[in-house]
């Protein structure tokens, strides 16, 4: 029998195939006693029996097969038209139920959603940054949002690097995860060895105000901080002016993620302070030594509590 959802509880690291890359790591960094915030997975098998009650497949196939990688207005039509059938396409009433039943243990009036590619993640490829994320997304909007992660497995970037990576004769499917909603004042990545020198001792934190996905898509050039791993110590603070964020706002009609400017008098401050930046260098630390090796590390911070929403192995390293 299909399995259509599970809580991250049920999930570890060894879930790839059935929640992707990154639903996996976030059920093992959850199971582990590492500050994830709740959530679940709308497996693999849910995309999977989408594509066949709406006979998607061959279909799918068969575009990709018209694709030619030196001609970027074939891979351009060729994403319009997957993306557009599985947005028409329609998702059975079994596997609105399981994800109906899972939103409501949540108890999160908001959600993040994000894809969760059955190749991502893994050391020689990563798919982050080639398929697509949803902020503070409500209940109504979520079932064409799971939709929306599920086809941007065929973005141009996504086919395009499918084929750079000769994965186009491999099976990539896509889970998607949902999880409840942290509105960061200050969020970021942290490289657990130095992503530059190839240092291992050293960790480097780069911090933003609003949500990470200003440091993540590279729109603003944020705080970078060094710390010593062998005893916490911070070796370097660099400070940048910050112009704009991303953040909720709430109007009468609806619940938005926009860019806003930052406040004049917070663009030259320093995002964290000594001790949120130890704080956080130790939880990484330990997320380190759990999985044995460098990890890319997606943190974001409410109400001074520090959350980690994402992990993966430092690719370059």
Known sequence: ?????????????????????????????????????PGFVVLVDSFEAFLEENNLSGEIGNILKSVNAHKIKTVDAASSKIRSLISNGK???????????????LDAKLVAVRSSATAEDAASASWAGELESYMNIQFPELLETVKKCWSSLFTPRAIFYRIEKKLHNQKV?????????????????????????????????????GLGEVVVGGMVTPDNYIVDKTDFSIVDISVNEQEKMITRIISSKKIETKEIPVPANKRTSQKLDGKTIIDLAKICANIENHYKKPQDIEYAIELGKIYIVQSRPITTM
């Open 1 to 37: 029998m299909a399995l259509f959802a599970l809580p991250f509880k049920n999930l570890s690291k060894s879930s790839v195939p059935i929640a992707g890359g990154k639903g996996a790591q976030l059920g093992e960094m959850f199971n582990s006693g590492i500050p994830v915030p």
């Open 91 to 105: 998702i059975s009433k079994e596997i609105e139920f399981e994800i109906t039943k899972q939103f409501k243990k």
């Open 173 to 209: 499917s896509v889970a998607v995860v949902v999880q409840k909603m942290v509105q960061s004042e200050v969020a970021g990545v942290v490289f657990s060895a130095h992503p530059v020198t190839k240092d291992k001792n050293q960790m480097v934190i780069e911090a933003a105000f």
